[in-house]
């Protein structure tokens, strides 16, 4: 019998430990592992570059000044549509900024984001806004459909939870802007929409008499947004009721509290009002 050295027994005992266990972060022996664990991603936001291909991979993936401070975990191309990963999913992407939902601020810490090539309304030869949206690509649509399908399903991103940065943001960006199709993502059974039958019952009503500015902030806090109960309409909540008016009824996004939209938010922020595409009520 062949006599063993001591570091070839030491190999082979450490061999045999590591097919049992495999070893965690610094060594650490994963023989026990919880149950009780889910993914830190609870968001999944949503942006346009408003740049072109060139200019969106310059400013998200450079550290050295004028770049810097911005990325995100995805970037899709428009031509041809293709899908980059500019940051592990698992390392913060600084794509949010200064933001809020759902009483959670800064939302970086628990978020994923996707960047999508889109020029906005801006020229992008001169700079300038128009007010012109562009619309996305139809195969780069179909692609962040399918990413965003994936990331939810990996980390079970409830549906109230897949937000623009416009949402989140809403005195800073309109972002993705009226031009992105949310109502792809409700197609595809990732967010819920408001019921329409329940929207045209409430609409009949509200055409006869509108409720107040403080009935709809009390709404809008409550699906997400930050809304202070001023009780007027004053700019940051006309800037919260246009990014909702984006998102549901993104023909007319002015920011006025008309009867359409008041129905829109009435359902939305109504228990059973948003529905997922099978007709089950989006759970909160
Ligand atoms: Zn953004």
Known sequence: MKKMTWAGAAAALLLSACAQAP?????????????NEDSRVLFLVIHYTEESW??????LTHAEPPYGKVSAHYLVR?????????????????????SYWQGTQNLNSASIGIEIVNPGDKDLKT????????????????AVVA??????????????????????APDRRRDPGPAFPWHRLYEA?????????????????????????AWAQQRLAHIGYIVPATGQLDEHTRNVISAFQMKYRNSNYDGQLDAETAALIDVAAS????????????VR
């Open 147 to 168: 990413l965003v399908k994936d990331i939810v399903a990996r980390h079970h991103i409830r549906p109230d939870r897949v937000i623009g940065h416009e949402d989140i």
């Open 54 to 59: 060139d200019d969106s991979l310059r400013v």
């Open 189 to 213: 059974g990732v967010i819920g929409w408001p019921d329409p039958a329940q929207v045209a019952q409430r609409q009949a009503g509200y055409a006869a008499a509108l409720p107040d500015i």
């Open 127 to 142: 700079g300038q806004r128009n007010g012109q949206y562009q619309p996305y690509a139809p195969a780069q649509v179909d």
């Open 271 to 282: 228990e059973g009002g948003m529905l997922m595409k099978d007709g089950k009520p989006s």
């Open 23 to 35: 070893l965690g972060s610094a060594g650490a022996s994963r023989e026990f592992v919880s149950a």
């Open 78 to 98: 428009e031509e041809p549509a293709k899908v980059y990963q500019l940051v592990d999913e698992n390392r913060r992407a600084w794509q949010a900024g200064t």
